[in-house]
T-cell receptor
Framework: NAGVMQNPRHLVRRRGQEARLRCSPM?????VYWYRQLPEEGLKFMVY????????ESGMPKERFSAEFPKEGPSILRIQQVVRGDSAAYFC??????????????FGNGTRLTVT | AQTVTQSQPEMSVQEAETVTLSCTYD???????LFWYKQPPSRQMILVIR??????QNATENRFSVNFQKAAKSFSLKISDSQLGDAAMYFC?????????????FGKGTKLTVNP
C-alpha cells in the first residue's frame, strides 16, 4: 500500500519560471492538503482540496499560486513566475475521512523547491 | 487564530536517557486535537503521538508519552530510553475539532540531538 507520493523530490527553477509540484494521495484517499515549510520553520497550511473542489484555500498566497485535484490524476500545486522567496519544502498530505481522530493525516516526503 | 509555540529550538539527550520537549498553544476552542510529528533528515513527516482534548488520560505510544495540561494549554512530549534513531526535528501541531478538516497549525519545531 503505497503512501503519499510526491514528485519531483527536488526542483530547481530560475526566477520567473513556473513550478509544478505533483502529489498522488494514498489509495482510496480523496482529501488532499498542501503545506509549505520555509527554512527553520514549521509547516504552514496552504490549501485543502477534494476531488475537483477547493475546500479551503485560506493559506494560499493571492497571486501566482494555484492548486487543483482533478477527477483523474494527481493533485498539482502550481507556482507561476517563481521568486526566491518561494524556495521551500512543499508537503502534500492526504486523509480518508477528514476530521476523524482515527483517520490520520499521511504526509508525503515533500518537494524541495529551489529558486535561483 | 490558533497558535502553537515551541520554546526550545534545540535539545540534546544522552542515549538511554529521558528528554522532555515543550509545547504550548493558544485557542478559544474547547474541543481539539494535538499532535507530535517527527521529521528526520529524510524530511518525511512521521506522526509520533496524538491526544484528543476531551480525554483526560495522557496518550502513550511505547517510549513516547505526553503530559497534557488543558487548563495551562500545555502539551509536552517525553521520550524515554532515547535512541540514536530519535534524533530529528519534532513538531507540535494543533487541529480544531470543528469543520471536518485536517488543517493543522504547527510550531516551529525543536531539533533533538541524541548523543551516544
Amino acid at each position: 500500500n503505497a503512501g503519499v507520493m510526491q514528485n519531483p523530490r527536488h526542483l530547481v527553477r530560475r526566477r520567473g519560471q513556473e513550478a509544478r509540484l505533483r502529489c498522488s494521495p494514498m489509495k482510496g484517499h480523496s482529501h488532499v492538503y498542501w503545506y509549505r515549510q520555509l527554512p527553520e520553520e514549521g509547516l504552514k497550511f496552504m490549501v485543502y482540496l477534494q476531488k475537483e473542489n477547493i475546500i479551503d484555500e485560506s493559506g494560499m498566497p493571492k497571486e501566482r499560486f494555484s492548486a487543483e485535484f482533478p477527477k483523474e490524476g494527481p493533485s498539482i500545486l502550481r507556482i507561476q513566475q517563481v521568486v526566491r522567496g518561494d524556495s521551500a519544502a512543499y508537503f502534500c498530505a492526504s486523509s480518508l475521512q477528514p476530521g476523524q481522530s482515527n483517520s490520520p493525516l499521511h504526509f508525503g516526503n515533500g518537494t524541495r523547491l529551489t529558486v535561483t | 487564530a490558533q497558535t502553537v509555540t515551541q520554546s526550545q529550538p534545540e535539545m540534546s539527550v544522552q542515549e538511554a536517557e529521558t528528554v522532555t520537549l515543550s509545547c504550548t498553544y493558544d485557542t478559544s476552542e474547547s474541543d481539539y486535537y494535538l499532535f507530535w510529528y517527527k521529521q528526520p533528515p529524510s524530511r518525511q513527516m512521521i506522526l509520533v503521538i496524538r491526544q484528543e482534548a476531551y480525554k483526560q488520560q495522557n496518550a502513550t505510544e511505547n517510549r513516547f508519552s505526553v503530559n497534557f495540561q488543558k487548563a495551562a494549554k500545555s502539551f509536552s512530549l517525553k521520550i524515554s530510553d532515547s535512541q540514536l534513531g530519535d534524533a530529528a526535528m519534532y513538531f507540535c501541531a494543533y487541529r480544531g475539532a470543528q469543520g471536518g478538516s485536517e488543517k493543522l497549525v504547527f510550531g516551529k519545531g525543536t531539533k533533538l540531538t541524541v548523543n551516544p
